[in-house]
């Protein structure tokens, strides 16, 4: 294939962009003048300035966690913390999904790798 079958494609496309863009800028057009009111008009509400505001934004205080009880305390004399056992620790009952990897119980490696996580 030629170089110009190549670059007669590119130079049309850009030419008609161009045109486009310069049609667009044309002001030459006036806008028409607005209707007349022909009904009697009331008098003018009195302007009041706009009262000043003031806004500051501050993001919320972080909560803050008590600290994470030992796993025996939560899991009593078993291997694992159930559902019902880390309602206990509210941030833990609240994490329960993610602590247990979608389980239903956690041991004592995900909750320290829990605990890790959240500190």
């Known amino acids: 294939m030629k170089a110009r079958n190549v670059l007669l494609p590119a130079l049309v496309t850009g030419a008609l962009i161009f045109a486009g863009a310069s049609f667009a800028q044309d002001t030459t057009g ?8 022909t009904m ?33 305390q939560l899991a009593g004399n078993s ?17 329960f999904l993610n602590a247990s990897h979608d389980g239903k119980r956690v041991s004592k490696t995900q909750y320290e790798a829990w605990v890790k996580q959240i500190q």
């Open 30 to 37: 006036q806008a028409p003048p607005p209707p007349q009111n």
């Open 40 to 72: 009697p008009s009331a008098p003018a509400p009195t302007q009041t300035p706009p009262p000043d505001v003031t806004v500051r934004s501050v993001p919320p205080a972080a909560p803050q966690i008590a600290t994470p009880p030992p796993f025996s």
């Open 79 to 95: 291997k694992w913390i159930t559902e019902e056992q880390a309602a206990a620790y509210p941030p833990l009952a609240n994490d």
